[in-house]
């Protein structure tokens, strides 16, 4: 697949996903179905065993991920979901490009673009500790600017926020890379 279908299908994996970030945020427990064998509760997700109807006690489900829990918060949950997203349209993007960009030794000009420093930082900040680290190297390149967005040093060890980068960014840089990707040989 040329490297601006994997962009186009990475977009689309986060399309999808943010959709059902929609959905979880304005459906009620009680509105969720078992069609699909999974259903979520007011204290988490559970999976309906293969061959059986819903069950009327929570005890008769398969817990899944912090189900269960009395910590369980479906709106926390499901902001960590739209965490998740950005995260992987980040890195995916940002991978896949830079991976392309090397097998065809056209890296120089990835690195030369006005977002790659930005994207840079962000994708190793989004997945490997979710804060910002700044190794030597960084340092000597702060500040980095991109569009109306500012990396500098006071921000070393600190989370990035969605005040500071969320879906409308993601994307912004997104269809930066896309554009760059179209213009490849």
Not at 8 to 14: A, G, V
Not at 137 to 144: A, G, H, K, T
Request: with cysteine; hydrophobic share 35%; aromatic share 14%.
């Amino acid at each position: 697949m040329p490297i601006t279908g994997q962009l186009k299908t990475i977009y689309s994996n986060f399309s999808f996903g943010l959709l059902s970030f929609c959905l979880l945020q304005r459906m009620k427990p009680q509105d969720f179905s078992s069609m699909n064998r999974v259903i979520i509760g007011e204290d988490g997700l559970y999976c309906v065993p293969r061959g059986k109807v819903v069950p009327d006690e929570a005890g008769d489900f398969y817990e899944v991920g912090l189900a269960g829990s009395p910590d369980f918060n479906l709106q926390r949950a499901n902001m960590e979901f739209a965490k998740m997203l950005l995260r992987n349209l980040t890195l995916d993007s940002y991978e896949a490009l830079f991976r392309y960009c090397k097998d065809t030794n056209q890296l120089d000009e990835m690195q030369e673009q006005p977002w790659y420093r930005f994207a840079r930082i962000m994708r190793n900040s989004l997945t490997h500790t979710q804060h910002l680290r700044f190794s030597p190297r960084d340092l000597s390149q702060l500040p980095v600017i991109w569009r109306d967005k500012t990396i500098d040093e006071n921000m070393d060890g600190q989370e990035p926020t969605f005040d500071f980068y969320d879906w409308w960014d993601g994307c912004e840089l997104w269809n930066e890379m896309l554009s760059f990707a179209e213009n490849l040989d």
